[in-house]
C-alpha cells in the first residue's frame, strides 16, 4: 500500500524557516517524481515544486523559487522541502505527492495527509 | 502563471448530468494534452480523477469522464451521487516547466 506521511510543520515567524519531510513507503521510490502542493486555509490548491526521480531535476513556482529548496534521499524514502525566509503568505496545509508516469502530465496518483505551516509573529 | 479559470460553483440533483469548466491559455491548457481533475472533500487530501485529459486512474468511477476544446478542458460528472459532493480542481503543464491549478469548483448535490 502506498503511503506519504508528511512532517516538519508548524508556528513560524515571518523570515524563518522550516524544513518539510515526507516519508514514502509501498513503492519503488526512486523511480517517481514528487511534488509538494500548498493549500492556504480556505483557499485552492497551490502547486510549489516538483522532484525528479533522480533529484537532478527541480522545478519550483515563481512564487516560492530562491526561498524554498526541494530535496529527495531516495535511500531513506524521503522527500523535503527546506523553506527559508518564509512569508505569512505561506501560510497553509503543505501535501506531498506521488507523480503519476510522466513528469510533464503533472498527474498526482497518492497525496500525503498534510502538515500545517503557520507564519505568524 | 496565472491560475486557471474555473465556475466558482456549480449544483445538480441525483442523477442528473453536470459539467465544470477548466479555461487556460494557449501556453497551458490549450497547448499540451496535459490536464488532470482532483475530487476535494472537506478536510481531506485530493484524489486523482482524470489525468491526460481524458484518462480515469484505476479505481474510479466511468461516471467522471474528461474532455478538452481549445483551452477549455471539461469534467463531466454523469449520474450524480450524493457522495459526489466536493471541491474539483483542474490542473495544466504550462510554460517553463511548471504547472498550475484552477481556483476550485463547489458541487453541490440538490
Known amino acids: 500500500e502506498v503511503q506519504l506521511l508528511e512532517s516538519g510543520g508548524g508556528l513560524v515567524q515571518p523570515g524563518g524557516s522550516l524544513r518539510l519531510s515526507c516519508a514514502a513507503s509501498g513503492f519503488t521510490f526512486r523511480n517517481f517524481a514528487m511534488t509538494w502542493v500548498r493549500q492556504a486555509p480556505g483557499k485552492g490548491l497551490d502547486w510549489v515544486s516538483t522532484i525528479n526521480g533522480g533529484g537532478g531535476g527541480t522545478y519550483y513556482a515563481d512564487s516560492v523559487k530562491g526561498r524554498f529548496t526541494i530535496s529527495r534521499d531516495n535511500s531513506k524514502n524521503t522527500l523535503y522541502l527546506q523553506m527559508n525566509s518564509l512569508r505569512v503568505e505561506d501560510t497553509a496545509v503543505y501535501y506531498c505527492?506521488?507523480?503519476?508516469?510522466?513528469?510533464?502530465?503533472?498527474?498526482?496518483?497518492?497525496w500525503g495527509q498534510g502538515t500545517l505551516v503557520t507564519v505568524s509573529s | 502563471q496565472s491560475a486557471l479559470t474555473q465556475p466558482a460553483s456549480v449544483s445538480g440533483s441525483p442523477g442528473q448530468s453536470i459539467t465544470i469548466s477548466c479555461t487556460g491559455t494557449?501556453?497551458?491548457?490549450?497547448?499540451?494534452?496535459?490536464v488532470s481533475w482532483y475530487q476535494q472533500h472537506p478536510g481531506k487530501a485530493p484524489k486523482l480523477m482524470i489525468y491526460?485529459?481524458?484518462f480515469r486512474p484505476s479505481g474510479i468511477s466511468d461516471r467522471f469522464s474528461g474532455s478538452k476544446s481549445g483551452n477549455t478542458a471539461s469534467l463531466t460528472i454523469s449520474g450524480l451521487l450524493a457522495e459526489d459532493e466536493a471541491h474539483y480542481y483542474c490542473s495544466s503543464y504550462g510554460s517553463s516547466i511548471t504547472w498550475v491549478f484552477g481556483g476550485g469548483t463547489k458541487l453541490t448535490v440538490l
Open positions: 491526460d485529459v481524458t
Open positions: 505527492a506521488r507523480v503519476l508516469a510522466s513528469l510533464s502530465a503533472g498527474a498526482y496518483d497518492y
Open positions: 494557449s501556453s497551458d491548457v490549450g497547448a499540451y494534452n496535459y
